[in-house]
């Protein structure tokens, strides 16, 4: 971390002592934890007091399962084989609810898991100090999140806030406008959460007889489990190396100084009498 960032960050920790401040290496890019409460009067001070004059990105986050694996990726004489258990986030049909050990990860496999699911992160740019923030905040209600909104302070939060409340479902306390943008009229539930299914909840067709589009829960699509991608060590190479040197057999497998590498230069008749 050089001086510039080392020296804001104390700033920081300074004007906000309630707030944790992180620093992630190597970028050194600078983050900072807001409670709701001192959410839009903190974003206020960051603007008048730090320079940052541009909110450039704000989204939802849904830390439902962080940190939990569907797969057991340890290596054993089967190979690596499925680990599903329980209906994960996301994973489920209609009208169905992901499992408990699903949701909720226990042990080695929650990693930093937050106490609070619903969270709104802010990209902070301050052009006049060349400097980058990331500001986060929890809601405090996972029922009911609501987060003040900052679009007095950046107009342009307006519709990222917007986006948040139709992906997520989290409720900006004092938007001039808060309606869905992307999902359509009537469109039940919020995408972007764990808890809603990745086939949807209902589906659209065009019904001949009523001469209309109808919806109606969904029926002819399956849910589906994600599966990781395993890359295993290539040995051909390695192998074909061996096989030159030990076999004096030539392979075209490998680069094509393989041999050389493996069997060294040829050596001159003086050498070899010797």
Known sequence: MDRTTAGFVEQLRARFAD???????????????????????????????????????????????????????????????????????????????????AAQPQGETAIDAPARRFAVVAQLLSISHNRRLRVRCFAPDDNLPIVPSVTDLWPGTNW????AFDMFGIIFEGHPDLRRILTDYGFVGHPFRKD??????????????????????????????LVPRVIRDDARYATAAGEDRDLKVGSTLGPADAALRSTGPTPTPAEAEK
């Not at 409670?35 to 830390?63: K, M, N, P, S, T």
């Not at 089967?78 to 258990?85: A, I, L, M, N, P």
């Not at 990222?160 to 986006?163: N, V």
């Not at 086939?199 to 001469?211: L, P, T």
């Open 196 to 225: 809603f299914p990745l086939i949807g909840n209902v589906e659209v067709r065009y019904d001949a007889e009523k001469q209309r589009v109808i919806y109606e829960p969904v029926t002819s699509v399956e849910p589906r489990v």
């Open 19 to 101: 707030a944790p401040v992180d620093v992630a290496s190597p970028r050194g890019e600078v983050g900072i934890v807001f409670e709701a409460a001192a959410w839009h009067d903190a974003c206020r001070a960051l603007r008048d007091e730090f320079g940052f004059e541009q909110l450039v990105d704000l989204c939802g986050i849904d830390y439902l399962g962080h940190g939990s694996d569907e797969w057991d990726t340890s290596v054993s004489s089967e190979g690596f084989s499925r680990g599903v258990e329980g209906r994960g986030p996301g994973r489920f049909g209609y009208g169905q609810r992901p499992s408990q050990q």
């Open 160 to 163: 990222f806030e917007r986006e």
